[in-house]
């Protein structure tokens, strides 16, 4: 593993602009650019497709590269983000989602809904939480939770925990990974690698969403 993720450092080294807009950039960029990538891709719809997994073990390794970024500081902000937006799914769906289904009198629609209600009664609370490390997942269950009418609190306290076990969880994986000797002096290149990687599947995912529509 280690000597793949260094026969990519010169791939890495030719995207000089990643590193230094991305990386090198002062905290509150790096702060701002984390909130509204985790709070966009958990808490919009249209942006399922992003995948925040890599970004978030690649912010880690930032904040373990930068003596002025501060690790506390990046995961209550991670932590916040991805807590707001699926928030804001949630909302979503209960107050816009459901009275829109509710309007069509289609059989088919009132089975589907009838099943969700069921599911989220059931399963609900282990299903927002578990669904946050599943990309494409974590962002459609929350608004599918709003519209089946899951009881607030409930979603509430599991958006809360499921915030934490993975932003939280994931990015103090990536700064804890930073400490290796092996990885810590290119840590900078490892987490553009990643960010990279990132913007690639990204773009992959999208153009897959699209011809499946």
């Given at each position: ?26 905290p ?8 509204l ?19 978030l ?13 501060s ?19 949630f ?11 509710d ?27 578990l ?5 494409w ?14 009881n607030?609190?409930k979603?509430l ?7 934490f ?20 002096e ?28």
């Open positions: 593993m280690i000597a793949l993720i260094h026969s990519s450092i010169p791939l890495i080294s030719i995207s000089e602009w990643t590193k230094s807009i991305l990386i090198d950039s002062s509150l960029w790096i702060y701002s650019i984390l909130f990538f985790v709070f966009i891709e958990t808490g919009i719809l249209i942006a399922f497709f992003l995948p925040g997994d890599s970004v073990f690649a912010a880690g390794l930032i904040a373990a590269a930068r003596e002025d970024t690790i506390f500081i990046l995961v209550t902000i991670i932590f916040i983000a991805a807590f707001l937006g699926d928030q804001l799914g909302v979503l769906g209960r107050h816009y989602g459901r009275p829109y289904l309007k069509r009198q289609s059989p088919r629609i009132k089975k589907m809904i009838t099943r969700a209600e069921k599911f989220y009664e059931k399963y609900g609370y282990s299903a927002i939480i669904a946050r490390f599943y990309p997942i974590r962002t459609i269950v929350p608004p599918v939770a709003g519209i089946s009418r899951m607030y609190y979603f306290s599991a958006n809360a925990l499921g915030a076990l993975w932003g939280v969880g994931i990015t103090s994986l990536g700064y804890g990974a930073a400490s290796i000797p092996a990885l810590k290119s840590s900078r290149y490892i987490a553009a690698f990643f960010i990279l990687l990132t913007i690639a599947l990204s773009i992959r995912n999208y153009f897959k969403s699209k011809r499946a529509l």
